[in-house]
Antibody, heavy 121, light 110 residues
Framework: QVQLVQSGAEVKKPGASVKVSCKAS????????MHWVRQAPGQGLEWMGR????????NYAQKFQGRVTMTRDTSISTAYMELSRLRSDDTAVYYC??????????????WGKGTTVTVSS | EIVLTQSPGTLSLSPGERATLSCRAS???????LAWYQQKPGQAPRLLIY???SRATGIPDRFSGSGSGTDFTLTISRLEPEDFAVYYC???????????FGQGTKLEIK
């Protein structure tokens, strides 16, 4: 079945970087954009950006420009999201989500279970 | 950037009742680019509705979406116990590519 399996929880110090992985299975990895969405404790959903696994092209939300890097390894159907210069307010659950398209427009139709990143000194 | 405002913030209803959730955009949104998600505590969001009114695979027909322009609605015709959750609307803008979520509506048991 189609699924996205994310890497485990991380604890980082302020100023460090974190790299979260998202391994896709059950579908053609290069056929769908992969997006990253985060959710701070008790808060709503925040879109961070996306990567085209076929070309490697990326689009980032303005808020994260310069701090986020999204990459992929097509040989193992895995997408990565690296966030640098971490601050305490980056503490959140980070989700990867596949975006399906076609009639009806783009939609996040498959989600990973999330990776908790805690930033604390 | 398009801002999505959801109302009410919290909706208290009983099983069997009808729920109406609103999502208002600061600018006109293409209907094809409006989706709704359900999120339960400790879980990832789940796609319910895309293209403003199309149900995602496996979503019961008690869930329906409607609207156009700047006003969109998610309706749950007859609430089941498992429907109590937080609901988010989301839009896609293409220039530049960006996705925006509303702040969410919490549907709680009365």
């Amino acid at each position: 079945q189609v699924q996205l399996v994310q890497s485990g929880a991380e604890v980082k110090k302020p100023g460090a970087s974190v790299k979260v992985s998202c391994k896709a299975s059950g579908y053609t990895f290069t056929g769908y954009y992969m997006h990253w969405v985060r959710q701070a404790p008790g808060q709503g959903l925040e879109w961070m950006g996306r990567i085209n696994p076929n070309s490697g092209g990326t689009n980032y939300a303005q808020k994260f420009q310069g701090r986020v890097t999204m990459t992929r390894d097509t040989s193992i159907s895995t997408a990565y999201m690296e966030l640098s210069r971490l601050r305490s307010d980056d503490t959140a659950v980070y989700y990867c989500a596949r975006v399906g398209g076609g009639p009806g427009g783009p939609r996040m139709d498959v989600w990973g279970k999330g990776t908790t990143v805690t930033v604390s000194s | 950037e398009i801002v999505l405002t959801q109302s009410p913030g919290t909706l208290s209803l009983s099983p069997g009742e009808r729920a109406t959730l609103s999502c208002r955009a600061s600018q006109s949104v293409s209907s094809s680019y409006l989706a709704w998600y359900q999120q339960k505590p400790g879980q990832a969001p789940r796609l319910l509705i895309y293209g403003a009114s199309s149900r995602a695979t496996g979503i019961p027909d008690r869930f329906s979406g409607s609207g156009s322009g700047t006003d969109f609605t998610l309706t749950i015709s007859r609430l089941e116990p498992e429907d109590f959750a937080v609901y988010y609307c989301q839009q896609y803008g293409s220039s530049p590519p960006e996705y925006t979520f509303g702040q969410g509506t919490k549907l709680e048991i009365k």
